[in-house]
């Protein structure tokens, strides 16, 4: 593992409530992040905001790297950067030593701009782009091959650039235990096993063994590393125990054809996290009995040891992915009450939408709502919380909260990952600033987006302008 390079010890804040360990509610009743009060920092910076919690984030990666420090001998983090691909995000994990998973160009050119040890990178995709092979090549990266025809483009761009390929080969599981276990629809509908084998992601056997004896014959590529990632939104230890089993039955398989031994495994991410009030799909997936890192790490690292034992095969070095683990309880998403109207039911607008919180609306996701200001005071009712958009613009349908009052706050708690990096413009609304606290200070770390970047972007032709503006000739 990366040694990091700037990694200060951490210390929770003593906080009443706790929803994360620097996540809630300090000593004037309000929700608290990291030392700050979330409703100074949304007068300070404005609604719609998200907050991240630098402590927090630092904490989670740890918490990950030792659980799995405990039970394996050579582990790899590499943050998965799409959960958010902030450059603020992307230098606190250089300095805690975690390397990175990245897609496409301009991710991996912001983890390249921030500084990332390109060794500790992985690039994933499924339709690579030249310019994108040839940026992973000049750094160094480890390509993880998902195509056909991705090896003889990688070798002709190697060739060109004159560099040794680091390579990697996406698999696709077989995953036959996983057959009748459900999860959340993340990739369609269906079994654990269903979802995996109709995603575009991953070789056959027969592909793997195919591109590993054609890279074996040609000179400058290096092959590092099997790979499989399978988003799940869970946390059930034995589902990730079966695809990292599987992962060593398949490099017993490319020994036994190839003579070569994936001497690294990278079992992905989708691992999520435990809170004692329930996160996820429908508040199902977590509880107070939520398994943690640790849990995770015991049962993936034991399918690993046992299998590679069986099969005689030398443990190999691992490599995780994870993501929303990591970046998702470190941040808070809020917005500001504006209109609360009483009829049917009571809908609460905020200038929060599922623009900005996407994942509210889609799969039943749930994120805990909290009001800000003396969060835990108040009989409740029951309300669902809407933003702005022209759809139903559900963040929270049938939320127990305490009364809520225009210029009233709600955080959405565990919001740290794939909401500013998935956010989108429907309705042309404008994109949230992101604010950084750390032990009591704060910074902005993305710019709110104003009205040029919006309007900005757009042209009219000019038969169209013609068209509207051209005065008829003068007879
Ligand atoms: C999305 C993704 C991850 C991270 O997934 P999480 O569910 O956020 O942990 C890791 N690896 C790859 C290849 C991915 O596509």
């Avoid at 999860?183 to 995603?199: A, F, I, N, R």
């Avoid at 939520?290 to 590679?308: F, G, H, L, N, Q």
Wanted: proline share 6%; with cysteine.
């Amino acid at each position: 593992m990366t040694s990091p390079i700037h990694a200060p010890p951490l210390a929770a804040p003593d906080y009443a409530t706790r929803f994360g360990e620097f996540v809630g509610i300090g000593p004037n009743g309000n929700l608290w992040v990291d030392g700050c009060d979330v409703a100074a920092l949304a007068e300070a910076y404005g609604t719609p905001l998200y907050v991240i919690s630098e402590n927090q984030l630092r904490h989670n990666y740890r918490a990950f790297r030792d659980a799995f420090a405990a039970e394996y001998p050579d582990v790899e983090i590499l943050f998965a950067n799409k959960s958010n691909n902030g450059l603020a995000i992307r230098h606190i994990m250089n300095q805690e030593g975690a390397g990175g998973d990245c897609f496409g160009a301009q991710e991996m050119y912001m983890a390249l701009l921030a500084g990332t040890d390109p060794a500790t990178l992985v690039l994933n995709g499924s339709n690579k782009q030249d310019e994108e092979l040839e940026m992973a090549l000049a750094n160094g990266l480890c390509i993880n091959i998902d195509a056909e025809d991705e090896l003889d483009r990688i070798a002709d761009i190697a060739a060109r650039l004159g560099v040794v390929a680091n390579l990697g080969i996406r698999l696709k599981l077989d995953l036959e235990p996983l057959r009748d276990r459900m999860g959340v629809s993340m990739h369609g509908p269906g079994s654990l096993k269903q979802q995996s084998d109709s995603t575009k992601w991953g070789m056959t056997r027969e592909q793997t063994v195919d591109i590993v004896r054609r890279a074996l014959a040609m000179p400058a590529m290096r092959l590092k590393e099997t790979h499989f990632h399978l988003s799940r939104m869970s946390n059930e230890p034995a589902d990730f125990a079966v695809m990292a089993r599987e992962m060593i039955v398949w490099s017993a398989n490319l020994r036994d054809e190839t003579g070569w031994t994936p001497p690294t495994i990278d079992i992905g991410g989708g691992w999520t996290f435990g809170k004692w009030y329930g996160t996820g799909p429908n508040r199902q997936i977590d509880g107070p009995d939520a398994p943690t890192p640790a849990d995770y790490a015991r049962a993936v690292c034991s399918a690993i040891r046992e299998e590679a034992e069986a099969r005689g095969l030398p443990l190999p070095k691992l490599r995780l992915e994870p993501g929303r683990a990591l970046s998702g309880p470190a941040g808070v998403a809020v917005g500001r009450v504006g209109a609360v109207k009483r009829g049917a039911k009571t809908w609460v607008n905020l200038d929060l939408s599922t623009n900005h919180l996407s994942w509210a609306s889609v799969l039943d996701w749930y994120y805990h709502a909290v009001r800000v200001r003396n969060a835990a005071d108040g009989d409740c009712e029951t309300v669902d919380l809407v933003g702005p958009l022209c759809n139903s613009d559900e963040l929270g349908a049938h939320r127990e909260m305490p009364a809520l009052a225009r210029g009233d706050l709600v955080a959405f708690l565990d919001a740290g990952g794939y909401t500013e990096s998935s956010a989108a413009r429907y309705n042309a609304q404008l994109l949230p600033a992101t604010v950084l606290v750390s032990g009591g200070r704060h910074a902005l770390i993305t710019e709110r987006e104003q009205m040029k970047d919006v309007a900005g972007r757009f042209r009219v032709p000019a038969h169209l302008l013609a068209a509207s503006f051209a005065r008829p000739e003068a007879a």
